[in-house]
């Protein structure tokens, strides 16, 4: 069973910048796919951006590249999101997100469907 707790969220002018952070428990014998997703009432959640745990590769959605950096940090058992230059558009409810790595789903993307384990997720409000 993992666990996720996310923090960090806030309201912030337009060109600001937050961090969102997203503790983790988990079954360590597990390499896991962590990601941050965000959704705005009336719209599909979406992948913003994800990370292999076991220091593979990360990947982001276009909207965010060179803005976002996600990170994360072993030790602390945390996942980081690191926004910057936030526009209007980046506004929503942001979940963190996992699941376990396996030969049956290998990969890491930025699909909503493929998560097994969800927080109850952290408001940005970003505002002209």
């Known amino acids: 069973q993992v666990q996720l707790q996310e923090s960090g969220g806030g309201s912030v002018q337009a060109g600001g910048s937050l961090t969102l952070s997203c503790a983790f428990s988990a079954v360590i014998t597990y390499t896991y796919c962590m990601g941050w997703f965000r959704q705005t009432p009336g719209k599909e959640r979406e992948g913003v951006a994800v990370i292999e745990t076991d220091g593979g590769g990360n990947s982001y959605a276009d909207s965010v590249k060179g803005r976002f950096t996600i990170s994360h940090d072993k030790g602390k058992a945390t996942v980081f999101l690191q926004m910057n230059s936030l526009i209007p558009e980046d506004t929503g409810m942001y979940y963190c997100?996992?699941?376990?790595?396996?030969?049956?789903?290998?990969?890491?993307?930025?699909?909503?469907?493929?998560?097994?384990?969800w927080g109850r997720g952290t408001q940005v409000t970003v505002s002209a």
């Open positions: 997100a996992a699941f376990a790595r396996s030969i049956r789903k290998p990969g890491c993307g930025l699909r909503p469907d493929d998560f097994d384990f």
